[in-house]
């Protein structure tokens, strides 16, 4: 079964402290993963996504994520937090086509001054 | 580009109404657009697939009398709660897509009040 498993729920780092935010995935097929963030009352912003080849992937605001195949995970981070990323963020395993996403149950973070 | 707009971003009515909720893409013709549920502290879940010009898929679970969705053109989508009732209450998210191997791009979602 198809599924996202992220284990931290919630997560506080101080401000220039470094992040990492966990996911797990159970896929059947090739695993095409994305990460998301949300904003308090807001819809999702694509952070980055990973399809195939270099299993470090680059994205936006800094993230990076590495797709890691061994241990079914695709954990999300950052050297260096700002206040900004304060938000929720969603991992999500999908199809080629883009027809089913399957979402992590979130994890909050804040970020301390 | 590739921008996804809903309406309204918040509704509270009494329950028994019906809400329609909007999704449009602004700058891209959506082939297909998705609708999500979110409850509170909880992740999205995919309440049924539209392609235009052609019935939803629900997944399951999903009542298709409740949910009433249509996608008429290539730019909107619509989404009615018939009869909304308080345990309908959540955030709606829809997404949309321009056609086979492209990406999702969401909207700010709609915040639904059933009083």
């Known amino acids: 079964a198809q599924s996202v498993t992220q284990p931290d729920i919630h997560i506080t780092v101080s401000e220039g402290a470094s992040l990492e935010l966990r996911c797990n995935y159970s896929y059947g097929a090739t695993p095409y993963l994305f990460w998301y963030v949300q904003s308090p009352g807001q819809g999702l912003q694509l952070l980055l996504k990973y399809f195939s080849g270099d299993t470090l992937v680059q994205g936006i605001k800094g993230f990076e994520a590495e797709f890691k195949r061994s241990q079914s995970s695709f954990n999300l981070r950052k050297p260096s937090v700002h206040w900004s990323d304060a938000a929720e963020y969603f991992c999500a395993v999908g199809d080629y086509n883009f027809n089913k996403f399957y979402f992590g149950s979130g994890t909050k973070l804040n970020v301390k001054p | 580009g590739a921008v996804v707009s809903q309406h309204p971003s918040w509704v509270i009515c009494k329950s028994g109404t019906s809400v329609k909720i909007e999704c449009r893409s602004l700058?891209?013709?959506?082939?297909?657009m998705f609708w999500y549920r979110q409850f509170p502290k909880q992740s999205l879940m995919l309440m049924a697939t539209s392609n235009e010009g052609s019935k939803a898929t629900y997944e399951q679970g999903v009542e298709k009398d409740k949910f009433l969705i249509n996608h008429a053109s290539l730019t909107l989508s619509t989404l009615t709660v018939t009869s909304a009732h308080p345990e309908d209450s959540s955030f709606y998210i829809c997404?949309?897509?321009?056609?086979?191997?492209?990406?999702?791009?969401f909207g700010d979602g709609t915040r639904l009040s059933i009083l």
């Open positions: 997404s949309a897509r321009q056609g086979d191997g492209q990406p999702q791009h």
């Open positions: 700058d891209f013709q959506a082939t297909t």
